[in-house]
């Protein structure tokens, strides 16, 4: 820009804007003292043609009787780095490795390190774009000397580096430094680097908790908030014990178990959990195999509860571990110090045999399905009756190992929650399976326990327990069919899939078991709840009441009656026109 003298222009000021509100002279150049300028301006375009950089041109200064040409910079005017970073030149800065002021494309290698090249901004510290400073231009010339680093057989020696015209001199270090030749060589190779020692300014930053960001200037960002503080003072939250976070629930363990193909809601504790928080909406975010899935959850006193959510994933590992968030405000996670993850995994991939599977960690709760013929956990094996009738009567197949050398081993040694159960001998596979009858246990009461096996001194229990439990019918669906017969009827009730033997009559007359459809089961540790399955079957021509046999105990439908009607008759067929 012009420069102003008596009124007139003498010549240039050179002024860097450093936004669209301020700016800093930074120098001023007289282009004719007896003459003034004209306030107009115009770059040299051959200059720019021929540099190809607008740093490296020239203006055109006109005047009352001549033309002078003025250059954008001259960087090599200033000696050393305090001159150069100190006239605060926008186009200027010091070349380190080369030790001069330059522009940074005139500086080799400026473009592998900020720190081959730094203008006089780089003397000053920015956090949050906020400027501090306290480290100046002064700071870099005079304490940013380069030291080597010579690195050999697990030991770093530091010596003074001395500037040179093109580059730096490194001094060896001393011999009596040096670490010793390994025996059988003659030498060894030392990596030599380069350090800058830079200065930084450190402060305490505090966290914003419903602003949820961390800042050094609470009263400029965090106004009205609550504030978790980083700094020494008479605040009571001081310190990371004071922010919200997440924390396990089962033996304070950050694995949680989930097989793969369950599905299961995951619960957390949480901590410190401000007011305007608790009335937000939560997520739980689970991150597995890059795939994000969210679902919602409710904070429940200190827990918070996920939705139900089936795990899964396709690789063939046995084993992966998914991220796991709790979100709450739509995009503000809550810490999870302790780094509470899912491991999704599958019983098969990780044992092929029944001695692997049931040697796995108890944690997985794995075992031998026998329909399958695979590793699995309990949910996912359709195997035999977990649950029979209180008058007994069910067959029920034990599968392990080391289950006796000869049938006589185990005749007398087993026991299903607490009652004797009968093996059959054509049935029983040596060391490896026993297919036994249980009795009832004489009283109807709910009633549940381990099987054992006991051959001589030895006894082995399962893990899984099975329930004498009372099926109980409940409804039909539908009372009526035709006589002719055929209808499929739905049987409504509790435990219906108690037993080894399940047969259905109307009256005396068998009705063909179809299919089950088991509903959600649930149980309480004291006392299990009936879990509702549904058995069709094809009824046949008769009225009378429903009958079921659960291996040794009948159950009766009471008060409802299915009732025939007379078969459907056509009495005429019109044809659509």
């Not at 282009?31 to 490296?56: A, G």
């Not at 999704?344 to 399958?372: F, P, T, V």
Request: with cysteine; charged share 20%; hydrophobic share 30%.
């Amino acid at each position: 820009m012009p420069l102003m003298g008596d009124g007139l222009p003498k010549g240039l000021s050179n002024v860097v804007v450093e936004s669209s509100t301020s700016g800093s002279e930074y120098g001023d150049l007289t282009v004719d003292e007896n003459s003034p300028v004209n306030p107009d301006l115009h770059f040299d375009s051959q200059s720019m043609h021929l540099s190809n950089d607008r740093k490296k041109g020239s203006f055109k200064v006109t005047a009352l009787f001549d033309v002078s040409k003025v250059k954008v910079q001259e960087c090599t005017v200033y000696r050393n780095c305090l001159e150069c970073l100190g006239v605060k030149d926008p186009y200027c800065g010091w070349c380190s490795l080369e030790n001069k002021c330059s522009l940074r494309s005139d500086c080799q290698d400026a473009a592998k390190d900020p720190l081959y090249w730094i203008s006089y901004k780089s003397g000053e510290v920015y956090d949050n774009n906020i400027r501090h400073p306290e480290s100046t231009a002064e700071d870099y010339c005079q304490n940013g000397h380069f030291l080597c680093a010579f690195t050999a057989l697990d030991k770093t020696l530091i010596t003074n580096a001395t500037r040179k015209g093109s580059g730096v001199n490194c001094t060896t270090p001393r011999t009596d430094t040096l670490p010793s030749i390994p025996p059988g060589q003659h030498h060894f190779t030392a990596k030599l680097s380069l350090l800058y020692p830079v200065r930084f300014l450190i402060f305490p930053c505090d966290w914003c908790v419903d602003g949820h960001r961390c800042t050094h200037d609470t009263a400029e960002n965090c106004r009205n908030d609550i504030l978790v503080t980083g700094r020494a003072g008479p605040s009571y939250r001081s310190g990371p014990a004071f922010c919200p976070t997440i924390n396990a629930t089962v033996g304070n363990s950050p694995e949680i178990l989930v097989a793969s193909g369950i599905k299961k809601a995951i619960k957390v504790k949480v901590h410190i959990i401000g007011q305007f928080i608790v009335q937000t909406r939560f997520v739980c975010q689970f991150n597995i195999e890059g795939r994000v899935t969210s679902v919602n959850a409710q904070l429940l006193g200190d827990t918070i509860y996920c939705d139900p959510m089936e795990f899964s994933y396709t690789s063939r590992a046995p084993n992966i571990t998914a991220t796991f968030a709790v979100i709450w405000g739509g995009s503000k996670p809550l810490d999870n110090p302790d780094n509470i993850h899912i491991v999704i995994y599958r019983c098969r991939d990780m044992a092929d045999n029944c001695g692997i599977c049931l040697a796995l960690a108890e944690k997985y709760d794995c075992g031998w399905c026998q329909s399958s013929d695979r590793c699995e956990v309990k949910d996912q094996c359709e195997e035999g009756p977990e649950l029979g009738p209180w008058e007994g009567g069910t067959n029920i197949t034990i599968q392990g190992i080391n289950l006796g050398k000869s049938f006589q081993d185990i005749y007398s040694g087993i026991g299903i929650a607490g009652i004797n159960c009968q093996p059959y001998e054509h049935l029983y596979i040596k060391t490896k399976q026993i297919v036994c009858q249980v009795d009832g246990p004489g009283t109807k009461e709910y009633r549940q326990g381990p099987v054992t096996v006991k051959v001589e001194d030895y006894r082995g229990e399962s893990k899984m327990h099975y329930r004498f439990v009372n099926p109980n019918i409940t409804g039909i669906s539908p009372r009526y069919g035709p006589k002719s017969g055929g209808t499929m009827l739905q049987i409504t009730g509790n435990f219906m899939n108690a037993g080894s033997n399940i047969q259905a009559f109307l009256d005396d007359l068998p009705c063909r078991i179809l299919s089950w459809k088991k509903a959600k089961r649930l149980f309480s540790e004291d006392r299990p709840k009936p879990s509702a399955v549904h058995n069709e079957c094809v009824g046949h021509h008769i009225e009378k009441k429903l009958r079921m046999k659960f291996d040794k105990g009948d159950r009766y439908l009471e008060n409802i009656l299915f009732e025939y009607v007379e078969d459907p008759v056509v009495i005429r067929l019109n044809r659509a026109s």
